[in-house]
């Protein structure tokens, strides 16, 4: 047996500190770690703990959750508070998922159920072990980086690089084009999942009666034209993050099944007798309020608990005006480059329509915008007449007063009515656009579509 006692190891040297009363979790623990080339301490104690942690530097540290003296969340507020970049695995009970939430927010980096699971250690600490260490100096630029330097977007930049330290699950509010995914992304490029997959699904563009087999994948023969064997996105996202957009859109019979996958860290394929482990992390996203829809009775309480253990909220275009500069160059530039077109210049009334304009379609519209305005400039400069926007009040709130504006075609013109009158059902329905869709006398699959053409989609 390996103790924590054995005079030739001190916790100047180790790398890990284990934290749980029962002998044979310690053993196994340390065995595991060993045979990863990974030196460990050990406490059975809260007080024997903490007595370690003022002696030694640990790189992660594994405890139980409940111990004889105190709670392992104790011990997870303490390391926040006084070693921020030691991470915490919390090892809860079978079945005690509201303990791992409640770990989660403490701040502790992820948890492991009892009866712990070899694979599920390894792959916790070779996560852990491939943090990029804080000490290096800052970390290089994500390809998905957030532009801005507004207070929102720093404030925003700052939460996400605290939140790539964690396995916390996370969810992110904001409307539609702020740049919840390409926030989901930073966090993930960040993180110690970084060299995983990102694998990034649309809740709502799954048909129901095939959602089950899209998330968890299915066996040959489960049903008619399955031909072979296919993994899900569960499968898919498996050492890396699994981004679930629009997850409001989720059914209720699918909700229960996502939740025990999220619980239980394992999946079963559609037609297979075996659940699978599956090691990632889960980052959901909407742009209607989850909370309300609890109330509703249209999204699980528990699954809401799940998925909100971290809440990111991306601001709209709106509330950081001063950022549009920035934005317009760096987009053109994108969209230029992507065009082979030299980049043209923006004329001063130019930018100022575009920064007095509301965006009901935030980053994404100006993106839809400034990608017509390259098409439609001449002389190597964008115009307002190139922008095709009308900043006034009445169209902020979604008034179209009926006239065709100078400068502006009957495509255009249609574009506006029509973008004002979805905008005004959406307002309506507060949000539902299934609703809203009935309300215009559409399909969900025509409104989706218009939504998408009008640079209003998520």
């Known amino acids: 047996m390996i103790c924590a006692t054995n005079e030739r190891r001190t916790s100047a040297d180790a790398a890990v500190l284990v934290v749980d009363d029962e002998e044979d979790i310690r053993e196994l623990l340390e065995l595991t770690l060993l045979r990863m080339g990974l030196r460990s301490e050990s406490a059975g104690t809260l007080a024997e703990a903490r007595a370690l942690l003022e002696r030694g530097h640990f790189k992660l540290c594994l405890t139980d959750m409940r111990l004889p003296d105190g709670e392992g969340i104790e011990l997870v507020r303490e390391i926040a508070e006084k070693h921020p970049y030691l991470p915490v695995a919390v090892i809860t009970a079978f079945g005690s998922m509201e303990n791992a939430v409640q770990v989660l927010k403490a701040g502790a980096f992820d948890y492991l159920s009892k009866p712990v699971s070899l694979e599920q250690i390894r792959a916790l600490v070779k996560s852990v072990f491939e943090l990029p260490k804080a000490e290096a100096g800052a970390r290089p630029l994500a390809a998905s980086a957030l532009t801005g330097e507004s207070p929102a977007m720093l404030q925003v930049r700052s939460m996400i690089e605290r939140l790539s330290r964690s396995q916390a699950p996370i969810h992110i509010s904001g409307e539609s084009g702020s740049g919840k995914e390409r926030g989901a992304r930073q ?6 999942r970084a060299a995983g997959p990102f694998v990034a699904v649309n809740c709502g563009a799954i048909p129901e009666n095939l959602m089950e087999s899209e998330f968890f994948g299915y066996r040959k023969g489960a049903f008619t034209g399955a031909d072979a064997d296919r993994d899900g996105f569960f499968q898919a996202a498996n050492g890396g993050t699994l981004f679930l957009d629009e997850v409001g859109d989720l059914p209720l019979t699918m909700q229960v099944k996502l939740l025990r996958a ?11 007798t075996a ?3 599956v090691d990632l992390r889960i980052i959901s996203a909407t742009h209607r309020n989850l909370k309300e829809l609890v109330d509703q009775g249209r999204f699980r309480q528990d699954l809401f608990y799940r998925l909100n253990v971290i809440e990111l909220h991306m601001p709209s275009l709106r509330e950081r005006r001063e950022d549009i500069p920035g934005l317009v160059d760096t987009l053109l530039r994108r969209l230029a480059s992507d065009s082979g077109l030299p980049v043209p210049g923006v004329q001063p009334d130019a930018l100022a329509a575009l920064s007095a304009y509301s965006f009901p379609g935030n980053v994404r519209e100006l993106e839809n915008i400034l990608e017509r305005a390259l098409a439609l400039h001449s002389d190597g400069r964008i115009e307002v007449e190139d922008l095709h926007i009308e900043p006034d009040e009445g169209e902020e709130s979604g008034a179209v007063d009926g006239v ?7 495509q255009d013109y249609l574009d506006r009515v029509e973008k004002a009158a979805i905008l005004d059902a959406i307002e309506k329905t507060h949000g539902n656009r299934t609703a809203a869709a009935r309300l215009l006398g559409v399909t969900f699959r025509s409104l989706r579509y218009r939504l998408e053409r009008l640079g209003i989609n998520e």
């Open 262 to 272: 999220i619980q239980e860290k394992r999946v079963r394929r559609l037609g297979d």
């Open 404 to 410: 065709l504006r100078q400068s502006e075609s009957l």
């Open 187 to 192: 966090i993930h490029e960040l993180g110690p």
């Open 275 to 277: 659940e699978q482990a």
